[in-house]
């Protein structure tokens, strides 16, 4: 029994760990890492308390740890990597045939800087929903992993040269705009469904089902550029169910 306590809290940790390596691979520029490193986080997230339910080990330590890591993996790494992506954008090439080297005046507060605010509102977010009782089987405001998703979309897009949305992630503009709009969408009030379903029966789950279904053509079709619009659509699916269902 000893030891068995404590599995979920060594699942945790690797989620914290691989989202304290993501963040170290972002400053550095290896995308590819990130990408790999927060998909392990993804699933240990999913799995610590899959498995504490499991083992019947739930513990007060253990719903502290994973909040703890999501604010690094799903809080701290999304503003580190907006940060980047907007000091990207407002870069000053020295001259035409050095593209990538920034010139600042400078300054204790930059553009770039606006992209921690995410972090801010992600943490506030995750205490805010440890002591929310309404939020046990559904989510009011975005889920920080979801957040965390679309900023990861934005780069992989930027990575990848993704088709359709290279120009917006390249925009400054848009990318301090976004970093505002999550971080109103995470504090805010609006129903947002989880996918802890009961059953797969159509009845209770119809907008679920729509919303994965809307998937496949947007990963078919978008390829990397599909992660910022799946969250837009799980967004406007989670609150459309109640008014069409």
């Given at each position: 029994?000893?030891?068995?306590?404590?599995?979920?809290?060594?699942?945790?940790?690797?989620?914290?760990?691989?989202?304290?390596?993501?963040?170290?691979?972002?400053?550095?520029?290896?995308?590819?890492?990130?990408?790999?490193?927060?998909?392990?986080?993804?699933?240990?997230?999913?799995?610590?308390?899959?498995?504490?339910?499991?083992?019947?080990?739930?513990?007060?330590?253990?719903?502290q740890l994973d909040s703890l890591a999501d604010g690094v993996t799903f809080g701290l790494l999304p503003g580190i990597i907006l940060y980047v992506l907007i000091?990207?954008?407002?870069?000053?090439?020295?001259?035409?045939?050095?593209?990538?080297?920034?010139?600042?005046?400078?300054?204790?507060?930059?553009?770039?800087?606006?992209?921690?605010?995410?972090?801010?509102?992600?943490?506030?977010?995750?205490?805010?929903?440890?002591?929310?009782?309404?939020?046990?089987?559904?989510?009011?405001?975005?889920?920080?992993?979801?957040?965390?998703?679309?900023?990861?979309?934005?780069?992989?897009?930027?990575?990848?040269?993704?088709?359709?949305?290279?120009?917006?992630?390249?925009?400054?503009?848009?990318?301090?705009?976004?970093?505002?709009?999550?971080?109103?969408?995470?504090?805010?009030?609006?129903?947002?469904?989880?996918?802890?379903?009961?059953?797969?029966?159509?009845?209770?789950?119809?907008?679920?089902?729509?919303?994965?279904?809307?998937?496949?053509?947007?990963?078919?079709?978008?390829?990397?550029?599909?992660?910022?619009?799946?969250?837009?659509?799980?967004?406007?699916?989670?609150?459309?169910?109640?008014?069409?269902?």
């Amino acid at each position: 029994m000893t030891m068995k306590k404590h599995i979920p809290n060594t699942i945790t940790l690797v989620n914290l760990a691989c989202g304290s390596l993501a963040v170290i691979y972002t400053l550095e520029g290896r995308y590819i890492w990130v990408l790999m490193l927060v998909i392990i986080s993804l699933v240990a997230d999913f799995a610590d308390g899959l498995i504490a339910r499991a083992l019947n080990v739930k513990s007060d330590l253990g719903k502290q740890l994973d909040s703890l890591a999501d604010g690094v993996t799903f809080g701290l790494l999304p503003g580190i990597i907006l940060y980047v992506l907007i000091q990207n954008a407002f870069a000053i090439p020295l001259s035409e045939d050095i593209t990538n080297t920034i010139q600042y005046q400078p300054a204790f507060l930059r553009m770039e800087h606006l992209g921690l605010l995410y972090t801010i509102f992600a943490i506030f977010r995750l205490g805010k929903f440890n002591i929310d009782t309404r939020q046990s089987e559904n989510f009011i405001g975005l889920a920080t992993p979801a957040a965390a998703l679309f900023v990861l979309g934005l780069l992989m897009i930027y990575q990848f040269q993704g088709p359709y949305f290279l120009e917006l992630v390249q925009n400054g503009y848009f990318l301090i705009g976004t970093t505002v709009c999550l971080a109103a969408l995470m504090i805010s009030e609006l129903p947002m469904f989880s996918f802890k379903i009961k059953g797969l029966k159509w009845k209770g789950n119809e907008m679920r089902f729509i919303f994965l279904l809307l998937c496949i053509p947007a990963i078919l079709f978008l390829k990397w550029s599909c992660l910022p619009v799946i969250i837009v659509l799980y967004a406007v699916a989670s609150v459309s169910e109640k008014h069409l269902f």
